[in-house]
């Protein structure tokens, strides 16, 4: 028996999300024991180089003393109210000052509930049925946004999981990602229709792929031009990115941005927010309904404060920015000298390795193409190495404020050996 096999008895695959299963990369996943900083120990011994950090939440590192002391102190005046406290005002204010686009923002418990309620609020607020995806960005799991693309660009979205009435998949229009004349051709089509296009201003569930120039600011256009709203879905790249999350790198201001994993600082928390005109529509102001339980709930509240607090500095991005980049250099060199052909990307605490000849990366057809059996081996042999990448080629890595030099030329000196066995 195994922890995993135990695990598999009473949870569906032994996980609570998929993606832990190791199933793309085979294998049995490692149980974890405990974190700190950039490395965690296993419950078999081992220990490893941490590159997923919780899928993003833990920028500051595994278990900063000062998260925990935030977290310890508030658990012990109450864990959840269900009833207003300072707390949520204060990650609140702490939100819109760092991200000026957002006039309002309502808290939730995890990225799906942000995504999902702001699209019910774009619907809500436009009186229109239709919204726009992207093949290869992911926004959580709710009904609207497990569709993938119809047969053509324009055709009915079709479900990409079972459960997923064929009735609503079809008011979702999937394009491809950097794609501006398809983006163009379905404004031309069915603009009045469309109540959100929805989009991760940098993917990072196909790996990491940037938008090409004009991307976003065909979106924008678009949208403003049609009176559809434009979601950023920053679950992902919201303060991990940089300071003013992907938003400030692009100058773009979208209508409502969803974030999530930073925002809650390794516990429970995710949100949406925007222009005061459409989140006044929102119950109870409004007439389009969310509500939570744990919304707002003061212990994840004191965790995302406390890690909002202390990356809301300029050395904090310059530092984790350069960390990065050391890394993603160390890797592209590496892999050059074992002439294995990748494309690397960085932005902020976040990186993209791909197995590809095709250079530089920008849409899902690339990364669809690229060598994941490549990837499979590179994976396996970096865990023998004490290196914990994501268990998957169509994931994004990230890099912590804990992460040190020794570490970063450990990761690259392993992965040099591993490149040279493919
Ligand atoms: P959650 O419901 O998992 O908190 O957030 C959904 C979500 C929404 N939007 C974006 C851009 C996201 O990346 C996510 C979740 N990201 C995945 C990692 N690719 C979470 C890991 C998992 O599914 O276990």
């Known amino acids: 028996m195994s922890l995993f096999t ?19 990369v085979g294998g049995e996943p490692v149980f974890f024991k405990s ?30 003393p000062d998260v925990i002391e935030a977290v310890v102190a508030t658990a012990q005046s109450g864990l959840s109210f269900g009833a207003p406290c300072v707390l949520e005002t204060q990650l609140a204010e702490k939100i819109c000052s760092m991200l000026p686009s957002i ?30 995806k992207f093949e290869g960005c992911y926004h959580g799991h709710s009904d609207s946004l497990l569709i993938k693309a119809g047969s053509g660009a324009l055709t009915l979205g079709v479900p990409s999981s079972p459960g997923v009435p064929a009735g609503l998949a079809e008011h979702t229009i999937t394009l491809s990602y950097n794609d501006i004349d398809a983006v163009r051709a379905a404004f031309a089509e069915v603009g009045d229709q469309i109540a959100c296009v929805i989009v991760e201003p940098i993917a990072g569930n196909m790996n990491m792929v940037p938008p090409v120039d004009g991307f976003h ?18 679950v992902m790249t919201g303060f991990r990115v940089a300071k003013g999350s992907a938003q400030s790198i692009f100058g773009i201001t979208p209508d409502i941005t969803t974030l999530g994993k930073v925002i809650g600082g390794g516990m429970p928390a995710a949100a949406y927010g925007g222009r005061a005109d459409v989140m006044a529509s929102i ?25 909002l607090e202390m990356i809301d500095d300029d050395e904090f991005w310059a530092s984790l920015t350069a960390k990065t980049r ?3 250099d160390g890797l592209a060199a590496a892999a050059a000298d074992a002439n294995i052909p990748v494309a690397v990307e960085c932005e902020g605490g976040m990186f993209g390795l791909v197995f590809t000849d095709a250079g530089p990366v920008r849409s899902y057809a690339q990364v ?9 081996k590179f994976f396996h042999g970096m865990l023998a190495a004490g290196v914990y990448l994501a268990p998957s080629a169509f994931e994004a890595g990230f890099v912590s404020a804990a992460h040190s030099d020794d570490d970063l030329d450990e990761t690259i000196a392993a992965a040099a050996k591993v490149f040279a066995s493919l």
């Not at 006039?103 to 239709?130: C, Q, W």
Request: proline letters at 4%; charged letters at 25%.
């Open 6 to 24: 135990d695990a598999q008895r009473v949870i569906p695959g032994g996980v609570n999300s998929p993606v832990r299963a190791f199933a793309s």
């Open 35 to 64: 974190a700190s900083g950039a490395r965690f120990q296993a419950e078999d011994g081992r220990e490893f180089i941490d590159y997923v950090g919780s899928w993003g939440p833990m920028i500051l590192g595994h278990a900063h």
């Open 103 to 132: 006039d309002k923002v309502r808290m939730v418990s995890s990225g799906t509930e942000a995504t999902m309620s702001a699209i019910r609020l774009a619907r809500g607020h436009t009186g229109r049925d239709k919204i726009v």
């Open 217 to 234: 600011e065909t979106l924008r256009e678009e949208c403003t031009k049609a009176g559809a709203l434009l979601i950023f879905d920053e």
């Open 283 to 307: 119950a109870p102001d409004g007439p389009v309904y969310q509500a939570g339980t744990l919304s707002g709930n003061p212990v994840a509240m004191a965790a995302g404060l406390k890690t």
């Open 326 to 328: 050391k890394l993603v």
């Open 368 to 376: 669809a193409a690229a060598d994941v059996d490549r990837f499979t």
